[in-house]
């Protein structure tokens, strides 16, 4: 009996070890849709999002972006790890992207990237290859015949971001997407956007079934905000990919690392 028991949970050991290997090892493309009242019936906005690679290499399964179709692309925030020390892996990847999209690319910093002294030499790399920091900051873009507003503000969870200043001449009348590595910049919501997206929480990088994420930074243990889609009492859908790469334990567990498409279209 006791052979048995021991032989089980040897078993149930290497199952659990080769999930915990899968997830953090195996990129996966997250499919979102959010619908918009600010869009016409047939018009839609695909963007790819790419949050908290902590410098992980995805070179190897780079196939797997490859075969999106985004009108732009998103960075949410930590590129890099506060530990990394050269932004070799970075520059694979900007070069990764930059050679097989053409569409434009658009970063807001995260806690990580203000907590290394390699920040300003990132921001040099991005900007290198075309990738406009939006650090609070906003732009205008017509896509796809789509007229909308593409904000960002700077980490929150850092005290950089300016809310005011990255909303400041906005038409709101016109779809407005905000950028926010941290999704607790809710809280400070002055003005009306239709949309956040976020990362930072990592999906609390280890979860439980029927209990979700365990610990989120900034939350604590068993957050409210995780990942996936929510609706905010203002109306507001945030958007929080639960991203790349992991921190604090270089595992994940029924938390697979991810990139997501999202799609935005007209309510039916």
Do not use: C
């Amino acid at each position: 009996m006791r052979k048995l028991i021991y032989l089980i949970l040897l078993t149930l050991l290497l199952v659990l070890s080769i999930r915990i290997y899968l997830d953090t090892t195996t990129l996966k493309v997250n499919y979102v849709t959010v619908m918009s009242n600010k869009l016409q019936v047939n018009e839609d906005l695909n963007i790819l999002q790419i949050s908290d690679l902590h410098n992980l290499d995805i070179s190897n399964q780079f196939d797997k972006v490859a075969q999106l179709t985004p009108d732009i692309i998103v960075i949410t925030g930590d590129l890099i790890d506060r530990k990394t020390t050269d932004l070799t892996v970075i520059n694979a990847l900007l070069e990764q992207l930059t050679a097989t999209f053409s569409v434009p690319v658009f970063f807001v910093s995260g806690n990580h990237e203000w907590e290394n002294p390699l920040f300003a030499a990132l921001k040099l790399q991005l900007e290198e290859y075309g990738v406009v920091i939006l650090d609070n900051s906003s732009t205008v873009l017509s896509i796809n015949n789509i007229t909308f507003n593409l904000a960002g503000v700077a980490d929150a969870s850092t005290g950089n971001d300016r809310l005011t200043e990255a909303l400041t001449g906005l038409d709101l009348t016109l779809l407005t997407i905000l950028l926010s590595h941290s999704p607790i910049l809710m809280d400070q919501e002055e003005k009306m956007v239709d949309l956040i997206l976020s990362g930072h929480t990592h999906g609390g990088q280890v979860r439980l079934p029927l209990i979700g994420g365990l610990i989120a930074p900034d939350q604590g243990l068993f957050p409210e905000y995780q990942k996936d889609l929510y609706t905010l009492a203002s109306g507001t859908v945030l958007y929080i990919d639960s991203g790349l790469g992991t921190s604090v334990l270089p595992i994940r567990l029924f938390n697979q690392s991810q990139i997501s498409l999202i799609e935005i279209k007209a309510h039916d």
